[in-house]
Nanobody
Framework: VQLQAFGGGLVQPGGSLRLECAVS????????LGWFRQAPGKEREFVVA?????YYSDSVKGRFTMSRDNAKDMVSLQMNSLKPEDTAVYYC??????????????????WGQGTQVTVSS
């Protein structure tokens, strides 16, 4: 299984970035796919996940949108109205679980390598 995230970079506050993640090798397409982030000195934090439904963390709801293209084996994360506190390494991940359990990183079996997002003026 491979997940490869890309699209990070430096953006000013209020700006936008789009992250993408190429997914290959999963046993089936029923896996939940999600995004987490980790800032320096902090624990890995749930951002969004989509399986049977899509869950967003309160901190990004209304600003971030996750989409999934099963035909292309890709997921994307459109991030708008970015804030300095969104600065982190962003990881895409895959989980065999559904529901509220997908808020925890320990429920995700497969991880991409991470891509840095820096929001700064």
């Amino acid at each position: 299984v491979q997940l490869q995230a890309f699209g990070g970079g430096l953006v000013q506050p209020g700006g936008s970035l789009r992250l993408e993640c190429a997914v290959s090798g999963l046993p089936n397409r029923a896996y939940t796919l999600g995004w987490f982030r980790q800032a320096p000195g902090k624990e890995r934090e749930f951002v969004v996940a989509t399986g049977r439904r899509t869950y967003y963390s309160d901190s990004v709801k209304g600003r971030f949108t996750m989409s999934r293209d099963n035909a292309k084996d890709m997921v994307s994360l459109q991030m708008n109205s970015l804030k300095p506190e969104d600065t982190a390494v962003y990881y895409c991940a895959a989980s065999p679980y559904y529901g509220a359990s997908v808020f925890s990183p320990i429920k995700f079996d497969y991880w991409g390598q991470g891509t840095q997002v820096t929001v700064s003026s």
